[in-house]
Antibody, heavy 121, light 110 residues
């Protein structure tokens, strides 16, 4: 079964750090670009970051540039999001997602269940 | 990076067709052929229903179709069914390895 399992979410204080992980199974992980997408409960989807198959290309939404770093370990079939200098507005459910089609195109066909990040003092 | 513009809500009766527009700029929707659409039911992960403007992933009914004209992409759902009652989001490549979503549209099947 093709599956993505997100983990690592927690409650963290403003200014703190967190590392999210996404474990992939059921497909050839290094054949695909991957993304992180977040959603505040009850609100819309927001793209966070994308990484191509080998980590050679990455992209970030403006609000997280310089604070978040996306990475992947193809040997471990895993995707990561290192989140530093966290702010209250980063509070959201974070999903990892597999990209289909163009690696930068944003079309995500497989989604993790999400992991909740709450930034609060 | 402003969100793509979608109507907050649309509605239609079973069997009818509805179209959800998604308006961007020449730097995103109008500039690339990488527009996708997602359906999200309450409490569930989003489901990809259209990508690259007009392509349907395997298993998505052909009642769902996509198009684009200039800076506006559209999702059309024909033969509305009760299970189409959901939130819909558009998404576009915006250059420099960035992506932008629309604000979402709530479709109500009357």
């Amino acid at each position: 079964e093709v599956q993505l399992v997100d983990s690592g979410g927690s409650v963290v204080r403003p200014g703190g750090s967190l590392r999210l992980s996404c474990a992939a199974s059921g497909f050839t992980f290094d054949d695909y670009a991957m993304s992180w997408v977040r959603q505040v409960p009850g609100k819309g989807l927001e793209w966070v970051s994308t990484i191509n198959w080998n980590g050679g290309y990455t992209g970030y939404t403006d609000s997280v540039k310089g604070r978040f770093t996306i990475s992947r370990d193809n040997a471990k079939n895993s995707l990561y999001l290192q989140m530093n200098s966290l702010r209250a507005e980063d509070t959201a459910l974070y999903h990892c997602a597999r990209i289909v089609g163009a690696p930068y195109g944003g079309a995500c066909d497989i989604w993790g269940q999400g992991t909740m990040v709450t930034v609060s003092s | 990076q402003s969100a793509l513009t979608q109507p907050r809500s649309v509605s239609g009766s079973p069997g009818q067709s509805v179209t959800i527009p998604c308006t961007g700029t020449s730097s995103d929707v109008g500039g690339y052929s990488h527009v996708s659409w997602y359906q999200q039911h309450q409490g569930k992960a989003p489901k990809l229903i259209i990508y690259d403007v007009i392509k349907r992933p395997s298993g998505v009914p052909d009642r769902f179709s996509g198009s684009k004209s200039g800076n506006t992409a559209s999702l059309t759902i024909s033969g509305l069914q009760a299970e189409d009652d959901s939130d819909y989001y558009c998404c576009s490549y915006a250059g420099s390895y960035t992506v932008i979503f629309g604000g979402g549209t709530k479709l109500t099947v009357l």
